[in-house]
């Protein structure tokens, strides 16, 4: 890659394409990619400052946006590193040692510091899906991005597994035959798996509330539930929901969230089980 591209030549990452293509045009083209059925081609392009792919969920991995924005700092004579979130930015909140973690990099994702007061955990809940992450957990999200932004590495260490059942085709047939929501289906899906379980939920409002109900059936338990869906319509009602289950949970309240929140809160946890190991 050139200009400020230029820091990521050599760095390996792995993403996800939503909308198919191949980008035909005079300029360079930005990586070589390797896709899951072994195809290697070159795709996108980069020329100068700009630069762009088909390819999701790229800056996921904490070496890629550490080194582009390290590079932008450098090229505005910062130190490297400066982007890093400040303690003394959270003013007087004080939190346990475990969740700092959590708190922290779920800022240093959204560059939001509401988060400093919006996120609520229940007792012993990081150290329940730190626990469950060393037992060989599996996460399951409820979108793919959520599923790409997980350090899968780290997780694979511990004999665990990251699933998304949102593109399953058996969950897509049977949520149009029942009239359901992929994502109610795959909460579903989710209470018959076996071994510890945390639920990373960013997206779906409607995967929060049928995993609740499943929860107060008996039918899933979970050793973590994540709850950060997004947007407006039952979100909030969602997360109060999950609120009064006696049952480990994260939280973030009200109507802010996202599959790249649920990742952070994950990795957080994944980084205390391996002692900040990355890979």
Same mark, same amino acid.
């Given at each position: 890659?050139?200009?400020?591209?230029?820091?990521?030549?050599?760095?390996?990452?792995?993403?996800?394409?939503?909308?198919?293509?191949?980008?035909?045009?005079?300029?360079?083209?930005?990586?070589?990619?390797?896709?899951?059925?072994?195809?290697?081609?070159?795709?996108?392009?980069?020329?100068?400052?700009?630069?762009?792919?088909?390819?999701?969920?790229?800056?996921?991995?904490? *070496?890629? $946006? +550490?080194? #582009?924005?390290?590079? &932008?700092?450098? !090229?505005? =004579?910062?130190? @490297?590193? %400066?982007?890093?979130?400040?303690?003394?930015?959270?003013?007087?909140?004080?939190?346990?040692?475990?969740?700092?973690?959590?708190?922290?990099?779920?800022?240093?994702?959204?560059?939001?510091?509401?988060?400093?007061?919006?996120?609520?955990?229940?007792?012993?809940?990081?150290?329940?899906?730190?626990?469950?992450?060393?037992?060989?957990?599996?996460?399951?999200?409820?979108?793919?991005?959520?599923?790409?932004?997980?350090?899968?590495?780290?997780?694979?260490?511990?004999?665990?597994?990251?699933?998304?059942?949102?593109?399953?085709?058996?969950?897509?047939?049977?949520?149009?035959?029942?009239?359901?929501?992929?994502?109610?289906?795959?909460? *579903?899906? $989710? +209470?018959? #798996?076996?071994?510890? &379980?945390?639920? !990373?939920? =960013?997206?779906? @409002?409607? %995967?929060?509330?049928?995993?609740?109900?499943?929860?107060?059936?008996?039918?899933?338990?979970?050793?973590?539930?994540?709850?950060?869906?997004?947007?407006?319509?039952?979100?909030?009602?969602?997360?109060?929901?999950?609120?009064?289950?006696?049952?480990?949970?994260?939280?973030?309240?009200?109507?802010?969230?996202?599959?790249?929140?649920?990742?952070?809160?994950?990795?957080?946890?994944?980084?205390?089980?391996?002692?900040?190991?990355?890979?």
């Amino acid at each position: 890659p050139e200009g400020l591209f230029r820091s990521l030549a050599g760095v390996a990452f792995e993403g996800y394409e939503i909308h198919m293509g191949r980008t035909e045009s005079g300029a360079a083209p930005l990586a070589e990619f390797t896709t899951q059925t072994g195809e290697r081609r070159s795709d996108g392009l980069s020329a100068g400052n700009v630069w762009g792919c088909y390819v999701h969920g790229i800056f996921d991995k904490a *070496e890629a $946006a +550490a080194a #582009l924005v390290n590079a &932008l700092l450098e !090229a505005k =004579g910062l130190e @490297p590193g %400066a982007a890093s979130v400040d303690c003394q930015e959270l003013g007087e909140r004080v939190f346990p040692a475990e969740q700092l973690p959590v708190v922290k990099r779920v800022i240093h994702t959204t560059a939001d510091f509401e988060y400093a007061d919006s996120l609520v955990f229940s007792a012993g809940a990081v150290e329940a899906g730190v626990a469950a992450i060393r037992q060989g957990c599996t996460i399951v999200t409820d979108t793919q991005m959520a599923f790409s932004g997980v350090n899968k590495r780290v997780l694979e260490k511990f004999g665990g597994r990251a699933v998304c059942f949102m593109s399953d085709p058996d969950v897509a047939a049977e949520a149009k035959a029942r009239g359901e929501t992929r994502a109610t289906v795959s909460m *579903e899906r $989710a +209470a018959r #798996l076996e071994g510890p &379980l945390v639920l !990373a939920i =960013g997206n779906a @409002p409607t %995967a929060l509330v049928r995993a609740c109900e499943l929860i107060d059936a008996g039918e899933l338990k979970p050793a973590l539930v994540i709850g950060v869906p997004v947007g407006f319509v039952n979100v909030v009602e969602s997360k109060e929901l999950l609120l009064t289950l006696d049952v480990p949970y994260i939280v973030a309240r009200g109507r802010k969230g996202g599959s790249n929140v649920a990742a952070a809160i994950c990795n957080a946890m994944l980084y205390q089980a391996s002692n900040n190991a990355r890979e």
